[in-house]
């Protein structure tokens, strides 16, 4: 048998367990030590990320096939749209026509379906029957109206990401096209009227959102966490922009703690170590904390999750199925809110470790190792490779990853939904760790290269 053909057989085989078998140890035995190399080296298999990547991009591509482009918060469960899932499924569109799975003329005519409709969506301060407010947009949409989805909060994190989502297609889309050149415009005049100044409740940082019925959200963006996409948005702003001095506080409030030994800025779900990057890469650019600190924050993503897959495996709770290609806790969905045999498990919580805090009731996302595949390629591959094999249908499906599992919760418990902001970071950074395309995309975007400078970065690819 030839050598392709053994690991074509080894991959299907795989997900029927042969790994477990007996029957391994002869096949290896058939082989000179450099195929067996070969094979020790399957977690890096390109048929694994091509079909990872063109599952999940069947959630955004399908799901966003409505009259206004919205993405759903989750699926088949019905549900809201989320407007940070919409945003991850623009930039997702951008992967599928480098990947072959759509054509450029289809993805600009989803995309402009989409900002067409951000552009002319109601924008007021009434509770009902609106979509936003001072540029800014509600955290959850109806599907239907795309209207303020119960009395959820006018989102400033949610806002920024489907801004970056839009941005990138701005970029993207450059040709001369009457097609291309509305996308650019609409995505422009969406950005310029967004009031980050308004938002700022208690300069100089920006507050996490506001209510029609009771005013801004208390809480304000402090770090470190996901919202360095945001100041830096805000920041970048030709009409309301926040000044430096907002950087400066929001590094001010950082973590910079030793968790098992590893020392970085500390938050412990992995999205917040994740989202940015989608858009940024930040490796060898640095602000002035990072300079101090001597690494950038692609290494400081890296480290934290290191820190995250070493607690699993350290497992101080005790939960089955931890092990060393098995981990990774970030926000995701739970089974229930309960107390069993005196251990608290969750519904949706953000799950995560670090120095400052640890949440862990047992529960596993796909997600936390998908979306760090770029800060740590080996073990999030073979994280993902055994996830899927191992558990088959019942975590994964025709949408790539289900949200998460718990192997603890009595019968064990496996989400049946796959969620929008969760598959995103799946997606993109894995084609980011392929290719660099997002990244490549966004380091020539002026919005994002102005925002980066007002907040202190030099060196690196900003030299350009």
């Known amino acids: 048998m030839r050598l392709n053909g053994f690991l074509e057989l080894w991959d299907s085989f795989y997900a029927r367990s042969l790994l477990r078998s007996g029957l391994i140890l002869f096949l290896l035995a058939c082989f000179q030590p450099a195929a067996q190399a070969q094979l020790r080296g399957i977690s890096h298999s390109k048929r694994f990320l091509d079909s990872l990547q063109r599952d999940t991009f069947r959630y955004f591509w399908e799901l966003g096939d409505n009259p206004h482009g919205l993405i759903p918060d989750r699926s088949p469960t019905p549900s809201f749209a989320s407007i940070a899932a919409t945003g991850f499924g623009l930039t997702a569109y951008l992967v599928g026509v480098e990947r072959g799975y759509i054509s450029r003329q289809q993805a600009a005519e989803r995309t402009l379906r989409t900002v067409r409709f951000f552009n002319t969506a109601s924008q007021s301060a009434q509770e009902k029957e609106v979509t936003g407010y001072r540029g ?9 109206t795309g209207h303020r989805y119960q009395q959820v909060e006018l989102s400033t994190i949610d806002t920024a990401l489907l801004l970056a989502g839009m941005l990138s297609c701005q970029s993207y889309f450059n040709q001369g096209t009457a097609m291309e050149k509305e996308i650019r415009t609409l995505v422009d005049r969406i950005y310029r009227r967004v009031d980050w100044q308004w938002m700022q409740a208690r300069k100089p940082l920006v507050s996490m959102g506001w209510h029609p019925e009771s005013g801004f959200i208390e809480s304000d963006w402090k770090g470190y966490n996901e919202a360095m996409i945001l100041y830096i948005l805000a920041l970048a702003s030709p009409t309301h922009p926040v000044g430096p001095e907002a950087w400066t506080a929001w590094t001010s409030t950082y973590e910079w703690r030793e968790f098992h030994r590893y020392p970085h800025v500390n938050f412990d779900p992995l999205f917040g170590h994740q989202y940015s990057h989608i858009w940024i ?14 690494i950038d924050y692609f290494e400081n993503s890296r480290r934290a999750t290191l820190a995250n897959r070493a607690h699993c495996l350290e497992n101080p709770g005790k939960f089955k199925g931890y092990e060393a290609d098995l981990w990774g806790l970030t926000a995701c969905d739970g089974p229930k809110d309960t107390v069993i045999n005196g251990q608290a498990f969750f519904s949706y919580r953000a ?20 979306g760090s595949i770029a800060f740590t390629p080996e073990e999030s591959i073979r994280a993902l490779q055994l996830m899927k094999y191992r558990y088959g249908k019942k975590l994964y499906g025709s949408y790539g990853f289900k949200d998460a599992f718990n192997l603890s919760y009595p019968g064990q418990w496996f989400d049946p939904d796959y969620l929008g902001i ?43």
């Open 351 to 370: 799950r995560g470790a670090a120095a400052t805090q640890v949440v862990d009731d047992g529960t596993i996302a796909p997600t936390a190792a998908g």
């Open 422 to 464: 969760d598959s995103g970071p799946i997606l993109l950074m894995t084609e980011n760790y392929r290719t660099n395309l997002i990244w490549n995309l966004m380091m020539h975007n002026a919005t994002l290269r102005k925002g980066l400078l007002r907040a202190g970065f030099r060196g690196g690819w900003l030299r350009n």
């Open 281 to 294: 890469d930040f490796r060898s650019i640095k602000d002035a904390y990072m300079r101090q600190k001597g």
């Open 136 to 144: 800014f947009f509600y955290h959850f949409l109806d599907m239907q």
